[in-house]
């Protein structure tokens, strides 16, 4: 089991940046592919960003790409979502989400994840 908690969302004006982090506790941190979604109101939940368990691999959802950066720090059992250039069309609840390694930066669906995190509201004001 892996418990996954988010913080870092809030409000923040058009153009700006937030970082958003994930602590992991339970088992073994390194030992899953890690990813990032988001839902945002009446709409489904969507990917945003991934990264492998050991390398550093990432992969990112085209809507994000050059704006977002998923990193992580096995030392810290965090997988963090530094966001800049936000949009308002980027406001929805952020989830983090635990697959298992072996899919590397492959995991782009939610079934592929086995743990979920709470979700943090991001809001950006235009």
């Known amino acids: 089991q892996v418990q996954l908690v988010e913080s870092g969302g809030g409000l923040v004006q058009a153009g700006g940046s937030l970082r958003l982090s994930c602590a992991a506790s339970g088992r073994t941190f390194s030992a899953y592919s890690m990813g990032w979604f988001r839902q945002a109101p009446g709409k489904e939940r969507e990917f945003v960003a991934t990264i492998s368990c050991c390398d ?5 959802a085209d809507s994000v790409k ?6 992580r720090d096995n030392t810290k059992n965090t997988v963090y979502l530094q966001m800049n250039s936000l949009n308002p069309e980027d406001t929805a609840v952020y989830y983090c ?20 995190g709470q979700g943090t509201q991001v809001t950006v004001s235009s």
């Open 56 to 60: 550093g691999s990432t992969y990112y």
């Open 66 to 71: 050059g704006r977002f950066t998923i990193s």
């Open 97 to 116: 989400a635990a697959a298992a390694s072996w899919y590397g930066t492959s995991a782009k669906r939610e079934s592929e994840y086995v743990y979920w």
